[in-house]
């Protein structure tokens, strides 16, 4: 069973930088696992923020693209989503997703983790 923490959450003003983390920890501590970020505001719908690979390739959102970047320490088993330029509506709580790495992962489907942190609020005050 795989955990999963973020933490990095908080208020920041619009135009802003913001960097939350999520570390993994488990019987398979990190290693062939696929990580998402999404976030959820309340009464919405799970969206897809980012995403990387075991072999690091990443996807992003179109809303989130040029301004999010997702990386990874497998060293740490933690993966990071920096966020610069935040808006107002990058408001959410942001959670941290993984699955092990596996032919056919579709990275922006939250159907297609396993595992799932217990999120962070993240507020961009205009």
């Known amino acids: 069973q795989v955990q999963l923490v973020e933490s990095g959450g908080g208020l920041v003003h619009a135009g802003g930088p913001r960097r939350l983390s999520c570390s993994a920890s488990g019987p398979t501590p990190f290693g062939p696992h696929n990580m998402g970020w999404f976030r959820q505001a309340p009464g919405k719908q799970r969206d897809f923020v980012a995403a990387i690979g075991w072999s690091s390739n990443t996807y992003y959102s179109d809303s989130v693209k040029g301004r999010f970047t997702i990386s990874r320490d497998n060293a740490k088993n933690t993966v990071y989503l920096q966020m610069n330029s935040l808006k107002p509506e990058d408001t959410d709580v942001y959670y941290c997703?993984?699955?092990?790495?596996?032919?056919?992962?579709?990275?922006?489907?939250?159907?297609?983790?396993?595992?799932w942190g217990q999120g962070t609020q993240v507020t961009v005050s205009s």
């Open positions: 997703a993984a699955v092990k790495a596996a032919v056919g992962w579709t990275p922006r489907v939250p159907g297609d983790y396993d595992y």
